[in-house]
């Protein structure tokens, strides 16, 4: 995780890029308790945070943080992550990788306009419908021979990887694709079978 002073080369896009030093520091002091914090499937939102009350006959009984009391079967309540992976940015990386633990982390990141997370080796993108500053020459620069996992994540990120990949022959025979460089003005330029 790089500190706020090495993200300062993202310029402006920092901020829709990656959590804050603060934000991080104050994720992994917030109180947590893994045994009771749970999402648990609700009619309206689909999946909501809450804490258990109580187990009882395949029942669990959870308090939303609406202040609501829901009963329902044991495998409609799923454990939370700690608050440390909150707008994690690769959700491979989750302690509990389920539904509701996925949706929650693709709507937090969205929320700060974080719209680029990993999962696995896939880049998931929540489109903003609005124009965010992150798709500018310097951001571009930012990504230019980076390894994935040295910088956020971003579509620059995959496709200079790729880039990279297929200048030094490691795209071989066999392998399916199509190579966008950031250069391309968000046009495939290579196609490789």
């Known amino acids: ?11 402006e896009a ?13 994720a ?3 109180p947590f308790d893994a045994k009771t914090s749970v999402f648990v499937a609700e009619p309206k939102e689909s999946f909501v945070k809450g804490t ?8 669990v009984t959870v308090k939303t ?9 044991e495998d ?6 700690p608050p440390k992976y909150d707008k994690i940015e690769d959700m491979a990386m989750m302690t509990h ?14 929320a700060a306009w974080m719209i680029y997370t990993y999962s696995g080796l896939f880049c998931v993108t929540v489109n903003p419908y609005k124009w965010l500053p992150v798709y500018n020459a310097e951001v571009v620069t930012a990504y230019r021979g980076k390894k994935r996992q040295e910088a956020p994540p971003h579509i620059f990120s995959i496709s200079d990887n790729a ?28 196609i490789f079978k």
């Open 163 to 190: 880039y990279q990949f297929m200048l030094t022959g490691e795209c071989s025979r066999g392998k399916k694709g199509i190579l966008w460089h950031p250069e391309g003005r968000g046009r495939a330029i290579h």
């Open 76 to 81: 409609q309540v799923f454990p939370m992550n």
């Open 28 to 30: 992994q002091n917030r």
């Open 52 to 59: 258990v009350q109580s187990r009882e006959g395949g029942k």
């Open 14 to 26: 920092a901020p829709y890029l990656r959590k804050s030093e603060k934000e991080r520091i104050e």
């Open 97 to 110: 990788l389920h539904e509701p633990a996925v949706l929650y982390n693709l709507k937090e990141r969205y």
């Open 65 to 73: 943080e609406a202040g609501a009391t829901l009963t329902v079967k």
């Open 1 to 11: 995780m790089s500190s706020d002073q090495e993200m300062a080369i993202f310029g």
